[in-house]
């Protein structure tokens, strides 16, 4: 199906695991962003992709690494899992950059025990 | 850095009020605007956005936005409430004139009561 997708919606883990959150768009647009969504945070950046193999951080950077060897894909991990990791996290892409019409995914429910 | 106030976490309206939901940001300099809106369990969708040019924005689902640069205000309105609009509206402005990130107000839950 066309648009962009997250895997897994739900995910529980428990601190210190590595996770791997994925996101996939069928668009070819060249930006990607993670974000994390927490109560009274709104948004927050985590990495921003402009194009394959080109990443850069975001506002909270901290505890994640990202990757995107094709354009379609950018997964996040959570290389040791820690409880304040504990987020909805959504995935979204532009076509030509940031002031550009972002389209988000459905989102991951992630919980560390 | 560019900050984004939204006034009011929660605001409820009767269906068939005017709805407005209240947007601040800190820039010096006109930024580029965003107003975002999420419906239970789904990711963001955009309802409309200032870059240059008009003021007044209109966007989806009859809503619009004014771009008042004396008050660094971007307020959302929408002439009469409809069920279908409860949701969360989030706010987001970005520095024009540069490669510069997104930055989301904290967002405003609205309650559309029958």
């Known amino acids: 199906d066309a648009g962009i997708t997250q895997s897994p919606r739900y995910k529980i883990t428990e601190t210190g695991r590595q996770v791997t959150l994925m996101c996939h768009q069928t668009?070819?647009?060249?930006?990607m962003f993670w974000y994390r969504q927490d109560l009274g945070h709104g948004l927050r950046l985590i990495y921003y992709?402009?194009?394959?193999?080109?990443?850069d951080k975001g506002e909270v950077p901290d505890g994640y690494v990202v990757s995107r060897s094709k354009t379609e894909n950018f997964p996040l991990t959570l290389e040791s899992a820690t409880r304040s990791q504990t987020s909805v996290y959504f995935c979204?892409?532009?076509?030509?950059?940031?002031?550009?019409?972002?389209?988000f995914g459905p989102g991951t429910r992630l919980t560390v025990l | 850095a560019q900050s984004v106030t939204q006034l009011g976490s929660h605001v409820s309206v009767s269906e068939g009020a005017l709805v407005l939901l209240r947007c601040n940001y800190s820039?010096?300099?006109?930024?580029?605007l965003f107003w975002y809106v999420q419906y239970p369990n789904q990711g963001l969708q955009l309802l409309l956005k200032?870059?240059?040019?008009?003021?007044l924005v209109k966007g989806i689902n009859g809503f619009e936005a004014e771009f008042k640069k004396s008050e660094t205000s971007f307020h959302l309105t929408k002439p009469s409430a409809h069920m279908s609009d409860a949701a969360e509206y989030f706010c987001?402005?970005?520095?024009?004139?540069?490669?510069?990130?997104?930055?989301f107000g904290t967002g405003t839950k609205l309650q559309v009561i029958p």
């Open positions: 820039s010096s300099v006109p930024p580029y």
């Open positions: 200032y870059t240059t040019g008009a003021t």
């Open positions: 668009w070819s647009h060249s930006y």
């Open positions: 987001a402005a970005q520095n024009s004139g540069g490669y510069q990130k997104v930055t």
């Open positions: 992709s402009a194009a394959a193999d080109i990443t």
């Open positions: 979204a892409s532009s076509d030509w950059g940031m002031t550009d019409t972002q389209y």
